[in-house]
């Protein structure tokens, strides 16, 4: 399976942009989805996360309130909502299934990265 990440692009502080993640080939029962972000220089980061079946949503604290996530994990479908943006938030997002049961704000939980899409914040 691959994962392809879309939507980043140039805006504005205050702005707001979409990220999706589709994923191609056979689909499987995972432990749900997730959107990391690295930023240069920086260690790749948490954003959020979205359990088997959406049930349940999972923010890091610079994201809450600000980033809203959806999808179907049953199609591998992601969604990231982006509102308020900030400078702080420039970084490459990419998509990840979460093949492990343990924390979903640890990167090692999850495996099939896709290709991230990068997202500029400007002040």
């Known amino acids: 399976v691959q994962l392809q990440a879309f939507g980043g692009g140039l805006v504005q502080a205050g702005g707001s942009l979409r990220l999706s993640c589709a994923a191609s080939?056979?689909?499987?029962?995972?432990?749900?989805m997730a959107w990391f972000r690295q930023a240069p220089g920086k260690e790749r980061e948490f954003v959020a996360a979205i359990s088997r079946g959406s049930a349940t949503t999972y923010y890091a604290d610079s994201v809450k309130g600000r980033f809203t996530i959806s999808g179907d994990t049953a199609k591998m479908t992601l969604n990231l909502q982006m509102n308020s943006l900030k400078p702080e938030d420039t970084a490459v997002y990419c998509c990840?299934?979460?093949?492990?049961?343990?924390?979903?704000?640890?990167?090692?939980?999850?495996?099939?990265w896709g290709q991230g899409t990068l997202v500029t914040v400007s002040s």
């Open positions: 990840a299934l979460k093949m492990g049961n343990g924390n979903y704000d640890y990167w090692r939980e999850y495996g099939y």
């Open positions: 080939g056979r689909t499987f029962t995972t432990y749900g």
